[in-house]
């Protein structure tokens, strides 16, 4: 069975960083492109960035680009993201997705989310 | 960026009825369209992708449809459980973007 377990969310003042963990069961990492999705609150969803099975390509959205940085250990089967320079527009609900192939497309499997919350 | 617009933003429906959810994007997304419904607390459930193609466990009663830059999603006869908020979202250009949402709510 497919499990996604996220952690590492908390609250950070802006400017901050954190480190989002997702721990994947079911799978073997190195097979699948994964992304990192989140969702403001009361909002709809933002696909934030994704790695592709190899792990050579990376994406990011605009809003992130820079900032942001996502990786994995396939030794540990786990995905990660890198929160650097964090703004009060980055607080949402942070989603990691699981696509059926080793290049990212749509989301077949989800986690339960970790909060990140920007604030003084 | 592909804009994915979504419509109506609330539809209202009874249970057993049939429900009509819309997306336009606007540039061509071929047919790397997939949908989702979210219940509130949950994660987001793939229900369709390749436009068409119900994911596994998906009940008949959802069908989508369409391509280019026009997709449907129809719930043939509602049940308690389909009552959520839909997004479509487009994995044809990067970056990946989703609807704003279609809230279906009981009538």
């Known amino acids: 069975e497919v499990q996604l377990v996220e952690s590492g969310g908390g609250l950070v003042q802006p400017g901050g960083s954190l480190r989002l963990s997702c721990a994947a069961s079911?799978?073997?990492?190195?097979?699948?492109?994964m992304s990192w999705v989140r969702q403001a609150p009361g909002k709809g969803l933002e696909w934030v960035s994704a790695?592709?099975?190899?792990?050579?390509?990376?994406y990011y959205a605009d809003s992130v680009k820079g900032r942001f940085t996502i990786s994995r250990d396939t030794s540990k089967n786990a995905l990660y993201l890198q929160m650097n320079s964090l703004r009060a527009e980055d607080t949402a609900l942070y989603y990691c997705?699981?696509?059926?192939?080793?290049?990212?497309?749509?989301?077949?499997?989800w986690g339960q989310g970790t909060l990140v919350t920007v604030s003084s | 960026e592909t804009v994915m617009t979504q419509s109506p933003a609330t539809l209202s429906v009874s249970p057993g009825e049939r429900a009509t959810l819309s997306c336009r994007a606007s540039?061509?997304?071929?047919?790397?369209l997939a949908w989702y419904h979210q219940k509130p607390g949950q994660a987001p459930r793939l229900l369709i992708s390749?436009?068409?193609t119900r994911a596994t466990g998906i009940p008949a009663r959802f069908s989508g449809s369409g391509s280019g830059t026009e997709f449907t999603l129809t719930i043939s006869s509602l049940q308690s459980e389909d009552f959520a908020v839909y997004y479509c979202?487009?994995?044809?250009?990067?970056?990946?973007?989703f609807g704003q949402g279609t809230n279906l709510e009981i009538k």
């Open positions: 790695i592709s099975g190899s792990g050579y390509s990376t």
């Open positions: 079911g799978f073997t990492l190195s097979n699948y492109a």
């Open positions: 979202q487009q994995y044809n250009n990067w970056p990946y973007t």
């Open positions: 540039q061509s997304v071929s047919t790397s």
């Open positions: 390749g436009a068409s």
């Open positions: 997705a699981k696509h059926p192939s080793d290049w990212p497309l749509n989301g077949d499997y």
